[in-house]
């Protein structure tokens, strides 16, 4: 078995303690049952720890939800601390990727807490609401954030959320907008200059483009890392396959990318 790098072990669990500090963990409520955590997963080759970071209610969760889970539950809580989940990811030579996801609160009183968890962190998914003028301008204080506690490899995907709630006549600071905030050319699709792997507009809600978000970043750490071992392959790169949350095959398929 390939030893996975670059990335911190699971963070250990008592028996008697919740696997996470989020409201949205169903843990706060004595008539419900917590979920049991699923079970690790065995045999990968690879592991990697993503952190979601953004303005509070900009739809980290909810993303994160969708792609582990493939479901969408509309709530106001927000998280507290941080929160973790994993999912397997099967890819093309037959290996397996493990993802860490760590969702991460976004209120001010908790930065002190939520900047720890960048070490060690390949993939950041920096999250904001394409209906919401400040949530799109804090773009660049959370970019200036991740740089300061990141490695400088760190591989920084942005998602704009919600766009399931554009409605007629209201401003979307989209794809466009994203670029002028990051001294960007209008025409250009050279993200890489700007220190970003690729950005997405998605729903949660939907599903719409979710699924790629993760991609995006996995498949450029398993391709870049399978191309360092072996120079000769160069230039090839790693189809993912469907992946697993919890030991679960995922209901919802791949979408197109445009």
């Not at 390939?2 to 004595?30: I, L, Y």
């Not at 995907?157 to 905030?181: C, F, M, P, R, Y």
């Not at 250009?188 to 729903?203: A, I, N, R």
Request: aromatic fraction near 8%; include cysteine; hydrophobic fraction near 30%.
């Amino acid at each position: 078995m390939v030893q996975p790098q670059g990335a911190e072990e699971d963070p250990p669990q008592s028996s008697d303690s919740p696997p996470s500090q989020s409201k949205n963990a169903f843990t706060f409520n004595k008539d419900i049952v917590p979920p049991k955590k699923p079970p690790p997963s065995k045999g990968y080759a690879h592991l990697f720890k993503y952190v979601v970071v953004g303005d509070s209610g900009s739809g980290k969760t909810a993303l994160v939800r969708r792609y582990s889970k493939d479901e969408f539950v509309l709530t106001r809580d927000y998280t507290i601390g941080v929160d973790f989940d994993i999912k397997t990811v099967p890819i093309s030579n037959g290996d397996e990727v493990k993802l860490q996801i760590w969702d991460t609160a976004g209120q001010e009183r908790y930065r002190t807490i939520t900047t720890s968890y960048y070490r060690g962190a390949q993939g950041i998914i920096i999250v904001y609401d394409v209906n919401n003028q400040g949530s799109y301008f804090n773009i660049k204080q959370w970019m200036q954030e991740v740089r300061r506690y990141c490695n400088d490899d760190c591989k920084i995907v942005i998602v704009g959320s919600k766009s399931d709630l554009q409605t007629e006549g209201a401003e979307v600071w989209g794809k466009d907008k994203v670029k002028l905030l990051l001294d960007l050319d209008e025409d250009s699709e050279d993200w890489e200059s700007v220190g970003v792997t690729g950005y997405f507009m998605v729903s949660a809600k939907t599903g719409e483009r979710v699924e790629e978000v993760f991609e995006c970043l996995t498949q450029a750490l398993v391709t870049e890392r399978l191309n360092a071992r072996n120079p000769l392959r160069a230039g090839g790169t790693i189809k993912l396959g469907k992946g697993k949350a919890g030991g679960a095959e995922e209901k919802k398929k791949k979408k197109g990318c445009c």
